[in-house]
T-cell receptor, first 111, second 113 residues
Framework: GQQLNQSPQSMFIQEGEDVSMNCTSSSIFNTWLWYKQDPGEGPVLLIALYKAGELTSNGRLTAQFGITRKDSFLNISASIPSDVGIYFC???????????FGKGMKLTVNP | DGGITQSPKYLFRKEGQNVTLSCEQNLNHDAMYWYRQDPGQGLRLIYYSQIVNDFQKGDIAEGYSVSREKKESFPLTVTSAQKNPTAFYLCASSIAARTGELFFGEGSRLTVL
């Protein structure tokens, strides 16, 4: 099945630093979503984007739906230790189409 | 509280045995999904169901089977035909298949000895 190109694959940062990650696709999506998975748990939805060009914030998180509909990015500002985990992007075309996931970005935050 | 519950959290099985993973939701969601997660592989769709008594194969359905006899329940059986069953299995639900907003369970880790 198709997968999204998510980068980087992993990041090691110091507490307080900002982090950016992105996701690209060769085809367009109508919805972009970002999930976070804590170690040993299931993913949790962070942000959903429904409109090309949309910029959405949720606390220290900011995500954007690319204007071409083929990409999205997620920024985390002023990282804290509990930001540790795996971040997944996902794209959805709508209707009964399946959700397509990226392979994830593993974030490590050093206190 | 509404949510999605997977059991067991950890499961060990011998080669050649079938094992069934439970997934129950009380969110009144129509759609349910099973994903497999391996290190560095992301989430791969095994089976999904948009409505009771109906389900479709995902990208890696071989060696797995499901049923959807009740709206709340979507059990996954890992059969002996699955050649590499050791993995982390995630169940999810959504209010409808047309949305990408999934609610995940806490996962079941299956280890084949």
């Amino acid at each position: 099945g198709q997968q999204l190109n998510q980068s980087p694959q992993s990041m090691f940062i110091q507490e307080g630093e900002d982090v950016s990650m992105n996701c690209t696709s060769s085809s367009i999506f109508n919805t972009w979503l970002w999930y976070k998975q804590d170690p040993g748990e299931g993913p949790v939805l962070l942000i959903a984007l429904y409109k090309a060009g949309e910029l959405t914030s949720n606390g220290r998180l900011t995500a954007q739906f690319g204007i071409t509909r083929k990409d999205s990015f997620l920024n985390i500002s002023a990282s804290i230790p509990s930001d540790v985990g795996i971040y997944f992007c996902a794209g959805h075309r709508g209707g009964s189409e399946k959700l397509v996931f990226g392979k994830g970005m593993k974030l490590t935050v050093n206190p | 509280d509404g949510g999605i519950t997977q059991s067991p959290k950890y499961l060990f099985r011998k080669e050649g045995q079938n094992v069934t993973l439970s997934c129950e939701q009380n969110l009144n969601h129509d759609a349910m999904y099973w994903y497999r997660q391996d290190p560095g592989q992301g989430l791969r769709l095994i089976y999904y169901s948009q409505i009771v008594n109906d389900f479709q194969k995902g990208d890696i359905a071989e060696g797995y089977s499901v049923s959807r006899e009740k709206k709340e329940s979507f059990p996954l059986t890992v059969t002996s035909a699955q050649k590499n069953p050791t993995a982390f299995y995630l169940c999810a639900s959504s209010i409808a298949a047309r949305t990408g907003e999934l609610f995940f369970g806490e996962g079941s880790r299956l280890t084949v000895l």
